[in-house]
C-alpha cells in the first residue's frame, strides 16, 4: 500500500462554531480528539464571511436535498408536521440561518488525522440534532437544542461543531478553510502505540 494511501493518513474537519466558542467548549473538544488517538494537523481561529459559510455547505452538490430530506424525516419520526414537504424550500431556509450562525463570531477550525478520521470524529460529535443524539457525544452532553425550538424562534439548531460527513466532504472542506501550508505532516510519537504492527519498541 502506498504510504499516504493507509487508512492511517484520513484527514477530517472539525469547526467549533460560535457557541462553542462562547460556551468555553474548545478545550474539552480537542480533549475528546485527542484522547481518541486522532493527531492535530491544522487549527486557526477566525469569523468567517457570510460567503465562505455558503460556499462550505455546497460544496457537495447533494447536501441541499439531503439535508431537507433528513429533517423532513425528523419531524415525522416524532409525530409532526414539517414546516414543508419540499427538502429544497427547507433546506434554503436552513442555509440562511446558518450564514446567521456561523458568521456571528470567531469560529475554530481544525483539521484531524488517523485512521477512520471522519467516521471516528462523526462519532464523537453525535447526530445534528441534540435533542436526539446520544448521550456521551459532543452534542449530546453539552447542549440542549432542538428543531422545534430552532423552528420557532427561526434559526439555525445551535449544535456547538461541524465534522466533515464523508470523506469526500472531508476532503473538499480541508481545502476550503485551509491551504496547504497550514496543515503539517509530523510525526506524533504516540501513534507508534496504535499503528505500529509489532509493537516491539517498548521493551529496553
Ligand atoms: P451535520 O452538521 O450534522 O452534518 P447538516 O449537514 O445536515 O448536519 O446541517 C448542517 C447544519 O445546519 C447543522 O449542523 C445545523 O446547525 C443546521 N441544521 C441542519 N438541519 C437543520 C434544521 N432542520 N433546522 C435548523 N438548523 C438545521
Ligand atoms: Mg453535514
Redesign the pocket.
Known sequence: MGKKTHLKFEQTLAIVKPDGVQRSLVGEIIKRFEQVGLKLVAVKMLVPTTDHVEQH?TLDPN?RRV?GE??IKGYKAKGMTPPSEDPLE?TAK?LA??KK?MTSGPVVAMVWQGAHAVGIVRKLVGG?EPLTSDVGTIRGDYVLDS?QM??TDNR??R?LI?AS?SVEEANMEIKHWFSGKEVTAYKLFQEQVTYDVNLDGILE
Do not use: E, Q
Request: charged share 10%; glycine share 6%.
Open positions: 455547505y447536501w439535508t433528513k429533517t427547507i436552513i440561518n446558518l450562525y445534528t428543531y430552532s423552528d439555525a439548531v449544535n461541524h460527513g
